[in-house]
């Protein structure tokens, strides 16, 4: 997987939009990323990925850089249930590494009142 | 859909006690791993599996054992517990090589005393 750098925590005010950065400048040319959050003690939950064009769905946004060596997650109006861990990989897509999904530690996001 | 289920969701063992993590998946997925969480870190990948009959390891694969002789079950076997192996397991599950988009079970807490 490519290394990726994110800020270990950030806060938000509810309302407010959120915008968690994220690192990956060894990215390669086919290996996308992908965001994932871990709400208190729940199983990870997908958020969304992208691999060079901006994405949006119900969640959230994906804003990745022309050189992709960086990426922005925007959860557009947090509120408190967005309070969570928030992860971003970039998966290996090579044969003999593909599957060897690492995580860091990600960047916990508490959002007040 | 039950997606991602794993058992149990709480044990406790003694040292040198051996016992089997079960995780199913029904989404026929071929991809299937797992990871340990311990307390405020990131989650690290013990072992996976990209298809029925291959298996590989991760980051800490020590002391964990695993096969795969079914699509839907990925077991994780402890042949002998030690104290450093309590934490929270996950097991995540994806469809294919096409698409890395994690599923993942709601953990399992295990106690080593």
């Known amino acids: 997987d490519a290394k990726t750098t994110q800020p270990p925590s950030m806060d938000c005010a509810e309302g407010r939009a959120a915008n968690l950065p994220c690192n990956h400048s060894t990215i390669s040319g086919n290996e996308y990323v992908y965001w994932y959050r871990q709400i208190h003690s729940q199983g990870p939950q997908y958020i969304i990925h992208?691999?060079?064009n901006n994405e949006t769905n119900e969640m959230a946004s994906l804003i990745i850089t022309e050189d992709r060596k960086s990426s922005t997650l925007i959860l557009p109006h947090a509120t408190l249930r967005d309070t969570a861990v928030y992860y971003c990989i970039a998966p290996a897509r090579t044969t003999d590494s593909w599957g060897k999904f690492q995580f860091g530690a990600g960047t916990q996001v508490v959002v007040t009142p | 859909n039950a997606g991602v289920t794993q058992t149990p969701k709480f044990q406790v063992l003694k040292t040198g006690q051996s016992m089997t993590l079960q995780c199913a998946q029904d989404?026929?997925?071929?991809?299937m791993s797992w990871y340990r969480q311990d307390p405020g870190m990131g989650l690290r990948l013990i072992h996976y599996?990209?298809?029925?009959?291959?298996?590989d390891q991760g980051e800490v694969p020590n002391g964990y054992n695993v096969s795969r002789s079914t699509t839907e079950d990925f077991p994780l076997r402890l042949l002998s517990a030690a104290p450093s192996q309590t934490s929270v397991y996950f097991c995540?599950?994806?469809?294919?090589?096409?698409?890395?988009?994690?599923?993942f079970g709601s953990g399992t807490q295990l106690s080593v005393l």
């Open positions: 989404m026929n997925h071929e991809y």
């Open positions: 599996s990209v298809g029925a009959g291959i298996t």
């Open positions: 995540a599950s994806s469809k294919d090589r096409s698409n890395e988009k994690l599923f």
């Open positions: 992208g691999l060079k």
